[in-house]
């Protein structure tokens, strides 16, 4: 079984940033799409940032201009850097892998993504 670990969640106020990293096992880093996803209470999980094995990014349109993901091909690590946090960034933040492309760039569909870590918790507070 794929095991992804995500950490460096916590709590921010408003303005804040924060790093998640996710490792991923090599054999599952090399293929397709990796991404983060977000999922708040009483809401559907929803794609915040994807990238492929060469760089190419994709992001919602609620985190352009904040968040930046980025990858770490020696040590196989996915991070998400996410800058001028707002309180309705609060969600548990999921790192997934294996994922497929949606014509040049990753999916932000987390149906379309099979591995998954157990998610680590973003707080903003206003």
């Known amino acids: 079984q794929v095991q992804l670990v995500e950490s460096g969640g916590g709590s921010v106020q408003t303005g804040g940033s924060l790093r998640l990293s996710c490792a991923v096992p090599?054999?599952?880093?090399?293929?397709?799409?990796m991404g983060w996803f977000r999922q708040a209470p009483g809401k559907e999980r929803e794609g915040v940032a994807a990238?492929?094995?060469?760089?190419?990014?994709n992001y919602a349109d609620s985190v352009k201009g904040r968040f930046s993901i980025s990858q770490d091909h020696v040590n196989n690590t996915v991070y998400l850097q996410m800058n001028s946090l707002k309180p309705e960034d609060t969600a548990m933040y999921y790192c997934?892998?294996?994922?497929?492309?949606?014509?040049?760039?990753?999916?932000?569909?987390?149906?379309?993504?099979?591995?998954w870590g157990q998610g680590t918790q973003v707080t903003v507070s206003s």
């Open positions: 997934a892998a294996e994922g497929a492309t949606l014509g040049w760039v990753c999916e932000l569909n987390p149906n379309e993504y099979n591995y």
């Open positions: 090599r054999y599952t880093y090399s293929t397709n799409c």
């Open positions: 990238i492929d094995s060469d760089g190419s990014q």
